[in-house]
């Protein structure tokens, strides 16, 4: 069935392979992550489970949370997310998920989001070409003309300047190099989005389970 967890992306680093090849890799504080609720298709029409991520204070969390997991028997986290599974009768709330659940070899997606990096010109933000830089130049880095002759106004989707990142990034088909479950750390081989820090949803790759089917 498939496999997910919540992490914390820790950082880039370097690692030698077996050829001696120097793997640009990302570390991952992966779980202990708990099982809160599951859903199943006879009452909400999907099967799935929530897995919760991070310890927090309970004075941190509102009165409806604090009923979620006071009916679950479980203590305050300060993550919850959703990963489908195929029977969440397999599953049983308040349990543990490691990230031992991973081996070195598999092919995972990594969900996360981006930095963000404010107001962008649309030179920047979708890489448009600039004008002449010139001093009789009258254009620069503007983004040109908006509106066709008859339409008379600015069409819907048009790309223009506006806020770049902090938007939510998949990046699909990562190996996973090395599985440290004493210290809850995944190792991946290339680059995970978002900051240091940052949270992130580790699940198995979409390619990965359409070979099993």
């Known amino acids: 069935m498939p496999r997910g967890i919540l992490g914390r992306k820790l950082g880039m680093t370097q690692v030698f392979n077996d050829q ?4 640009p890799v990302t570390v991952i504080e992966a779980g202990p992550c708990v099982v809160v609720q599951r859903r199943s298709r006879e009452r909400d029409g999907y099967e799935a489970i929530q897995v919760g991520f991070g310890p927090t204070k309970e004075q941190r969390v509102n009165r409806p949370l604090k009923g979620h997991f006071a009916r679950a028997g479980v203590a305050p ?11 969440s009768a397999a599953y049983e709330v308040g349990q543990i998920l490691g990230v031992d659940m991973f081996r070195p070899g598999d092919t995972v997606d990594v969900v996360g989001r981006s930095k963000g990096k404010g107001f962008a010109g649309g030179v920047r933000r979708h890489g448009f070409k600039r004008g002449p830089m010139a001093h009789g130049s009258k254009y620069h880095r503007g983004v040109g003309s908006l509106a066709s002759r008859a339409g008379a106004r ?3 989707g048009r790309r223009m300047p506006g ?9 699909r088909g990562l190996k996973v190099v090395e599985v440290d479950a004493d210290r809850n750390l995944l190792i991946l081989k290339g680059a995970v989005p978002g ?3 940052g949270l992130v949803s580790i699940r198995e790759a979409k390619a990965t389970r359409r070979e099993k089917v």
Do not use: N
């Open 20 to 23: 001696g090849h120097i793997v």
């Open 163 to 171: 806020h770049l990142g902090a938007e939510r990034v998949t990046v």
């Open 154 to 156: 600015v069409f819907k």
């Open 77 to 87: 986290v300060r993550h919850l997310r959703e990963f489908r599974v195929e029977d």
């Open 195 to 197: 900051p240091r820090g």
